[in-house]
């Protein structure tokens, strides 16, 4: 591993599937019960990998610090935005958070149903 190189690892001890979002990039994964997921990021800012780690029952949404992140699942590469796309300067959590709202369900790929922005905007105001 080279010094812009950091690797970072969680478990999901089950008993069902985890779903796991990597931001900036609005990357979705599930991660089966009993698996392992490492995260493998490169260049971007010198901090520990997950910048900020979010979680409820169902999910994980890593906050990735770093420009590329590769995702593996028991050893297996993801294929993932995350993994050749380096992550936009200025698109912050944030940002994001107020783009989207804080709702799952408008992140690209999320749980729940989805709502257009108008949808969305027309519930806020009411109408």
């Known amino acids: 591993m080279t010094d812009t190189e950091r690797q970072w690892g969680l478990s999901n001890p089950g008993p069902d599937t985890l779903r796991l979002w990597l931001e900036p990039w609005a990357d979705e994964f599930n991660v ?3 698996s392992t997921v490492t995260l493998k990021g490169s260049g971007g800012s010198g901090e520990y990998l997950p910048g900020e780690v979010e979680w409820g029952p169902e999910y994980l949404i890593i906050w990735a610090s770093a420009g590329t992140v590769e995702v593996f699942i028991d050893g ?3 294929e993932s935005g995350s993994a050749i ?3 936009p300067d200025g698109l912050t959590k944030e940002l994001l958070s ?3 709202a804080g ?3 408008a992140r690209l790929g ?3 149903t ?3 922005g108008w949808r969305r905007i027309r519930r806020r ?3």
């Open 98 to 100: 107020f783009m989207f």
């Open 103 to 105: 709702e799952p369900a």
């Open 110 to 112: 999320g749980a729940g």
């Open 114 to 116: 989805r709502l257009s």
């Open 85 to 87: 796309i380096p992550a």
């Open 125 to 127: 105001l009411g109408l």
């Open 76 to 78: 297996v590469l993801q």
């Open 32 to 34: 089966p019960a009993r």
